[in-house]
């Protein structure tokens, strides 16, 4: 049982000799706990696509499903909740809340679907992002990384099915890209979490369960991409 | 408390300890807005109390309506920028919202952050504006009662505060109801992308193949939020307008019809009962005496006058007659009710029709009294006149046909004299005094010279004295004589032409201090209104300058298109406040005018004439101003900045 399906997902934008198919009939399907990595020049519709798949925006055509509830059918207020608890972001500049500190930035998402803060839970994410030292600080006092790794954890708080990150390492050094890297590795392993990141660093898509090429707002076949996958990739996934 | 409401209650928080130059402006707004509710409100209920002092309770429609179109543009001023503050603060943290709503906050959790901040503000707006208001209200109320009699009672009615927070809180909560609507909708996918945001221009293409200019540059960017340009534009437009056209109403009034009306020299003295309202005019005091006509007469340069009054029986002639008796029965122009309603007129209407004499007042006027008559019908011949064989009938000049109760030449008697209708003339205030009595409720009266007069009611003592005075120091010589005698005689009053002239600024002040105090406010709002768009346009678009500098554009050239742009902002309002201004002028305040014999509408646009310059000098000088703070830091850093 797929955890995240697309069928045939169309995105265009203008009209006539204007029309831009920045999604061009993308179907793809994720199983539970896996990491998938999405890779693609610029412009190749891999930001639409995650955009798509955790209900930001409405596709023209196609269906996106996540554990098998069709979000185009969702009100908008029913897909907010919806998102709140089934989805976390993680985005390239980190897209923190600049007035509130670290600690209520990671909790935000829980406060906002009007739930108690689990304190154990938050406490393990905390620690694992080695986060303690800064609970109290504003964003604007952190670093690139220790920002990202807030936008990870404030990503986790709700305990979402599903983690999208669009870029997470793109404005980091290699250094500190691998850290942020090995942090979503963790979490995806330590608690079963679904991953589906972008990136244009092939190198960091490589450690992904899976990886998929993006061009021309279609995913490129399997077998004409360059495949580098790892032993523990399941084959199922697209079958 | 559960967890969601603190969540909101604790960003609305942190966002407004955030903006603190925002709420400022925002603060001033709210004030400037409760300060006009608050002051008309004030006004309103005191203008009720005095009123009520007085024994009318009765509340007029035109005061009504008056009252009313005043809150309704507040309403509308206050509506114009709150709406704007609030337009422009979401459209700057319209990445703040989205990323909101892309971690799960709900529309109404949105919406509920800005509806907190805004009742934040007004918390500490209105009470300060209520202050100011009622501190205003107390200040105009004392003008613009000085034209009455009344003693001015500064209500301390709670329904001042308490509606005039109503409204105010009214005002604020209508305009920030569509920006928070519009923070709630914001989708999350546009606010991430969202880069400066001014552009509702829908437009997909522009066809131009000239090469651009920096004026035109300008130009475009007017159009790029047309909604703010118009909110902006109107609400500076409002208050000009407003100033202008009570100008034209103060204008209008002409302090030379009213003082040719009221007062026709330039001292008249007399008994206190001649001038005071609805006192009988008892010529058994013998306030005006000889003595004090030599005295004054003694002074160089001046001309004296004197003016009798007496009661008499009289035979108006036929034509007066029949004049009479088509008047009061003329069913249309409803006279009638005059003569059902006054039993003293029935009585004496009655008398006529059965005897053919009535009850008339009788003045004897000698030369320089009789001059300062309007005659409406015939001419004045002062010779012929003096002959005592003539009288002048008198009675109100503008009144049409109504006014002509004579024929020239009609025989008419006084107790037992014949006189010969030389004309019809209106005599000033100042001459006829304020005799309506019960005797003479007819309203017939007779002007005829004094030596006739005195032979016919011999002893009778002068109703009024005269004098025209020139030179500055003889004029007050002979007013110290009349201040001495009053100082003797109780009864004795003065008016001076200096003393109606001031009594008539007063009046006109009375009418439009209101009007003028709500345009300062209103006008203020405009210029609060523009600051603000044009500070928080440019920060908007600090990205985009800098863009514009890294493809080079410089800095001076980038000052020019601002420039431009604020007196391309200042000439649209000057235009929509010319039109505006003209509409208003020649519909609402001409109609206003024309109803008082006093004015002679006067279109001017002096005031915008004034405030042309000025307006233009601040929409040069605040762009410049906000610029210069945008260019602090360096090209780099301005252009990585992402909001």
Not at chain 2, 438 to 451: H, R, S, V
Not at chain 2, 532 to 556: C, D, H, Q
Request: overall charge neutral; aromatic content about 8%.
């Amino acid at each position: 049982m797929s955890i995240l399906q697309a069928k045939e997902v169309k995105k265009h934008y203008g009209e006539d000799e204007n029309l831009v198919k920045a999604l061009d009939g993308v179907s793809i399907t994720i199983m539970p706990g896996e990491f998938v990595s999405i890779v693609g020049a610029s412009g190749s519709g891999k930001s639409t696509l995650l955009h798509m798949l955790g209900g930001l925006d409405n596709p023209t055509s196609g269906s996106v499903e996540i554990g098998g509830q069709d979000i185009s059918q969702l009100s908008d207020d029913k897909l907010t909740v919806f998102r709140r608890r089934q989805i976390g972001f993680v985005f390239q500049n980190y897209n923190l809340v600049p007035i509130l500190n670290v600690f209520e930035n990671i909790v935000l998402p829980v406060e906002l679907d009007g739930k108690k803060v689990e304190r154990d839970y938050i406490d393990r994410i905390i620690s694992l992002l080695g986060l303690e030292s800064k609970l109290n600080s504003l964003p604007s006092n952190l670093s690139g990384g220790q920002q990202q790794r807030v936008a990870i954890a404030r990503a986790l708080a709700t305990k979402p099915s599903i983690l999208l990150a669009d870029e997470p390492t793109g404005n980091l050094d290699s250094h500190t890209s691998m850290d942020v890297l090995n942090l979503l590795q963790m979490t995806n392993r330590q608690f079963s979490q679904t991953v589906v990141m972008i990136t244009h660093n092939d190198e960091i898509a490589n450690l992904a369960d899976r990886k998929l090429h993006m061009a021309d707002g279609r995913i490129m076949q399997p077998l004409e991409a360059k495949y580098c996958g790892r032993q523990n990739m399941r084959m199922g996934a697209w079958a | 408390m559960d967890a969601t409401q603190s969540m909101t209650a604790k960003l609305s928080d942190r966002q407004y300890r955030a903006n603190k130059s925002r709420n400022k402006t925002t603060i001033i707004a709210i004030i400037l807005v409760t300060v006009m509710f608050t002051t008309v409100f004030t006004i309103g209920l005191s203008l009720m109390d005095t009123k009520a002092q007085l024994g009318a309770v009765t509340t007029d429609m035109s005061s009504m309506f008056l009252f009313i179109s005043g809150i309704i543009l507040i309403l509308i001023s206050g509506y114009l920028i709150i709406h704007n503050i609030f337009q422009i603060s979401v459209t700057q943290d319209i990445q703040f919202y989205g990323l909101l709503k892309t971690l799960g906050a709900k529309n109404t959790q949105i919406g509920s952050i800005l509806m907190r901040q805004a009742a934040r503000l007004c918390l500490v707006g209105i009470p300060i504006g209520l202050g100011i208001g009622y501190g205003i209200g107390a200040l105009l109320l004392p003008v613009l009662l000085a034209a009455n009699s009344a003693i001015a009672v500064l209500s301390v009615n709670p329904a001042i505060f308490i509606g005039a927070a109503i409204f105010a809180l009214v005002t604020v909560l209508i305009s920030c109801a569509k920006p928070a609507r519009m923070a709630g909708k914001v989708s999350p996918i546009a606010a991430l992308r969202y880069i400066d945001g001014e552009m509702d221009d829908k437009r997909k293409t522009k066809r131009s193949k000239r090469a651009t200019s920096i004026s035109r540059m300008a130009k475009e960017n007017l159009g790029r939020n047309k909604k703010r340009t118009v909110t902006m534009v109107a609400s500076l437009a409002l208050g000009l307008m407003l100033l202008n056209s009570f100008y034209v109403m103060q204008n209008s009034y002409d302090a030379e019809a009213y003082l040719k009306s009221y007062c026709a020299s330039d001292i008249a003295f007399s008994d206190k009962s001649v001038t005071v309202d609805l006192l009988d005019y008892s010529n058994t005091n013998n306030t005006v005496t000889p003595e004090l006509m030599e005295q004054i007469a003694a002074v160089p340069g001046t001309q004296t006058g004197v003016a009798y009054y007496t009661e008499a029986q009289a035979d108006p002639g036929d034509t007066a007659i029949n004049n009479i008796e088509n008047f009061y029965n003329d069913e249309e122009s409803g006279p009638g009710s005059w003569l059902s309603s006054i039993e003293a007129a029935r009585t004496s209407y009655n008398k006529l029709m059965q005897t053919g004499r009535v009850t008339a007042g009788v003045y004897g006027l000698d030369d320089i009294a009789a001059k300062t008559g309007n005659v409406y019908m015939g001419k004045y011949d002062a010779e012929k006149f003096a002959t005592g064989k003539y009288a002048f009938g008198l009675g109100i000049a503008d009144n049409g046909a109504d006014s002509i109760f004579y024929e020239i030449g009609d025989k008419i008697e006084i107790e037992g004299k014949m006189y010969e209708i030389m004309g019809m003339m209106e005599l000033p205030t100042s001459v006829q005094g304020s005799l309506e009595t019960e005797a003479t409720a007819l309203g017939e009266k007779y002007a005829i010279p004094t030596a006739a007069f005195l032979e016919q009611f011999p002893n009778t003592p002068i109703m009024r004295g005269f004098a025209n005075v020139e030179g500055e120091e003889n004029k007050r010589a002979a007013e110290q004589i009349v201040l001495s005698h009053m100082e003797q005689d109780g009864n004795l009053t003065m008016q001076t032409r200096d003393t109606y002239a001031s009594q008539f600024r007063e009046q006109v002040a009375a009418q439009v201090i209101l009007g003028y105090a709500l345009g300062v406010i209103m006008a203020l709002i405009g210029v609060l209104n523009f600051v603000n768009t044009m500070l928080t346009a440019i920060i908007a678009r600090k990205r985009e300058f800098a863009m514009m500098e890294s493809v080079g554009m410089t800095k001076p050239q980038l000052k020019q298109m601002l420039v431009f742009e604020g007196i391309d902002y200042a000439v649209i309002t000057l235009v929509i406040s010319l039109l505006l201004s003209l509409f208003v002028g020649l519909t609402v305040i001409q109609d206003s005018v024309s109803m008082s014999w006093v004015a002679n509408f006067q279109f001017s646009l002096l005031p915008l004439g004034i405030l042309a310059p000025v307006l233009i000098v601040l929409a040069v000088f605040i762009p410049l101003k906000c610029f210069g703070q945008t260019q602090q830091r360096s090209l780099v850093e301005r252009l990585r900045e992402t909001g």
